[in-house]
């Protein structure tokens, strides 16, 4: 009987164990791949920040002559993309189809309205609102010291804003808060108590900019939780040659081998009540699969049909394979 060295017998041990821990360290690892590239949470979702109404008393001297609502509503825009989660649509362009629509009567935009908008743009969330509050108050009392009364006084600078977050498929006001906040100081220490702001620099320094700055990461801060709710979801801009174009690409989360499915509306559901569109009932037509993610700079997405004969339209939806 022929006898395997042992030093051989252990090398092969060692070969097996080497693979084994391989194909482990692959099993372990792809998941984890699939889960950064193609998971819904790696996706931009589309967010609209419409102007906010103004109904405080307070006239401001914004630096770049804007009104207050203007100015917070930019600045929740600024925090939104720095966060590098959402794709935030042009305000430029809201305003835009509010005009052309018609739709801002008075200045207000009403929920219903900007849901139209929204859809219009592609946005899965609309932000709007009204700020009820902002700038500085006053408070002088008189105390008793060593027989004399001496003025005591505080100032308190305040921003408070009704929030209201918008699902642009149903109409319906899916969040409404009151976020509010104030600092007070001694009037002693106070400076900067005016409402004119020369530039950025001098409103982020001043009470009532901090105590804004303070309102607009709340304002965020729902908007993320709330987002945590929303399907992710793109159009089809068109087909042709068999390339099917989708308005949304790499810049948004969009990988190469993504699967979606192409949805076509149908039928709209309107509230008999409240005449509110609640959505539609949508018709599944076929699926894609993402072949080149970086069309137009990232922007677009182009796709096949993963089976011969779909007839995709402009305006038809993608939505995530479940």
Not at 60 to 75: E, L, N, P, Y
Not at 273 to 287: A, M, N, Q, Y
Request: aromatic share 4%.
């Amino acid at each position: 009987m022929k006898h395997t060295p042992i030093a051989t017998t252990s090398a092969c041990i060692s070969k097996i164990w080497q693979v084994g821990l391989l194909l482990l360290l692959a099993l372990c690892v792809t998941p984890m791949a699939y889960g950064q590239d193609k998971s819904p949470t790696a996706l931009k979702k589309r967010i609209a920040i419409f102007k906010l109404d103004d109904k405080t008393d307070q006239r401001v001297g914004w630096w770049d002559q804007k009104s207050i609502g203007d100015g917070i509503a930019d600045m929740i825009v600024t925090e939104l993309v720095k966060s590098g989660k959402y794709k935030v649509l042009e305000r430029q362009n809201i305003n835009q189809l509010l005009k052309e629509q018609n739709l801002a009567k008075d200045g207000i935009v009403r929920a219903e309205s900007a849901a139209k908008v929204g859809q219009m743009l592609g946005a899965e969330l609309i932000v709007t609102g009204a700020i009820t509050e902002f700038g500085y108050r006053k408070s002088d009392t008189n105390v008793g010291a060593l027989g004399k009364r001496v003025g005591v006084g505080t100032q308190s600078a305040v921003c408070a804003i009704d929030l209201r977050l918008v699902n642009s498929t149903t109409g319906e006001i899916a969040s409404a808060d009151n976020i509010r906040r104030s600092k007070t100081t001694p009037s002693g220490s106070f400076s900067g108590k005016n409402l004119e702001f020369s530039n950025q620099q001098s409103f982020d320094e001043s009470l009532v900019g901090k105590v804004s700055r303070q309102v607009v990461e709340d304002v965020v801060d729902k908007i993320n939780k709330q987002m945590e709710n929303v399907s992710w979801s793109a159009k089809i801009i068109m087909e042709k040659g068999g390339q099917i174009f989708l308005n949304s690409g790499a810049n948004d989360g969009v990988t190469a081998g993504m699967r979606l499915k192409v949805y076509r509306q149908g039928e709209a559901l309107v509230d008999p009540d409240t005449g509110l569109t609640l959505g539609s009932v949508d018709e599944e037509i076929g699926e894609i699969e993402v072949e080149n993610p970086k069309h137009s700079d990232g922007k677009v997405s182009i796709c096949r049909s993963t089976r011969p004969g779909l007839k995709v339209a402009k305006g038809d939806v993608a939505r995530l394979k479940q």
